[in-house]
T-cell receptor, first 111, second 116 residues
């Protein structure tokens, strides 16, 4: 069964600190992996996409990594800001049209 | 502005009273989809559409209907809502029907539905 597991479920960090969110998946075959940011009460917005051949990709203060061999991805947030408070969702595309969503990590950045 | 719109944003209804949640996108996207989001379960796909008049079931289609008569619109219909359909619903669209899910899905703002 295709699964996407994220950890931790929730996280509280101080403003300015770094953090790393994890995503492990069992989706096969693998096509790509996206990280979405979902602000409370709003729809998810894509941060980055990782394909099989990519190991690292950055989008501003967000850096995603992918290890396709171990089926793990991480999202690293540098110098966190209050506006980073949101849920971060890992989404893996497998075979034709099949997409599996993780439950998400809820991040709270406090002053 | 490129966007996906949903209406209504909030809806409280009673069991059995038919309702429709509208979804519209202005990006000329071929692919559209409906999701529900529940605590502890994440986003789950209800139905999707690869193009006009082409729809297919997602993971949790029971109790829902959709139609795609026009490219820009993809309404979600609950013929006889039940309390277990209380949830947060998102519509999404994406470019290219052939590689729809390689492209970013653009999500609407969500519709919070409560069925009593």
């Amino acid at each position: 069964k295709n699964q996407v597991e994220q950890s931790p479920q929730s996280l509280i960090i101080l403003e300015g600190k770094n953090c790393t969110l994890q995503c492990n998946y069992t989706v096969s075959p693998f096509s790509n992996l996206r990280w979405y940011k979902q602000d409370t009460g709003r729809g998810p917005v894509s941060l980055t996409i990782m394909t099989f051949s990519e190991n690292t990709k950055s989008n501003g203060r967000y850096t995603a990594t992918l290890d396709a061999d171990t089926k793990q991805s991480s999202l690293h947030i540098t110098a966190s800001q209050l506006s980073d408070s949101a849920s971060y969702i890992c989404v893996v595309r497998g075979g034709y049209q099949k997409v599996t969503f993780g439950i998400g990590t809820k991040l709270q950045v406090i002053p | 502005e490129a966007q996906v719109t949903q209406n209504p944003r909030y809806l409280i209804t009673v069991t059995g009273k038919k309702l429709t949640v509208t979804c519209s996108q202005n990006m000329n996207h071929e692919y559209m989809s409906w999701y529900r989001q529940d605590p502890g379960l994440g986003l789950r796909q209800i139905y999707y559409s690869m193009n006009v008049e082409v729809t297919d079931k997602g993971d949790v289609p029971e109790g829902y209907k959709v139609s795609r008569k026009e490219k820009r619109n993809f309404p979600l219909i609950l013929e006889s809502p039940s309390p277990n359909q209380t949830s947060l619903y998102f519509c999404a669209s994406s470019r290219s029907r052939d590689r729809a899910l390689s492209y970013e899905q653009y999500f609407g703002p969500g519709t919070r539905l409560t069925v009593t």
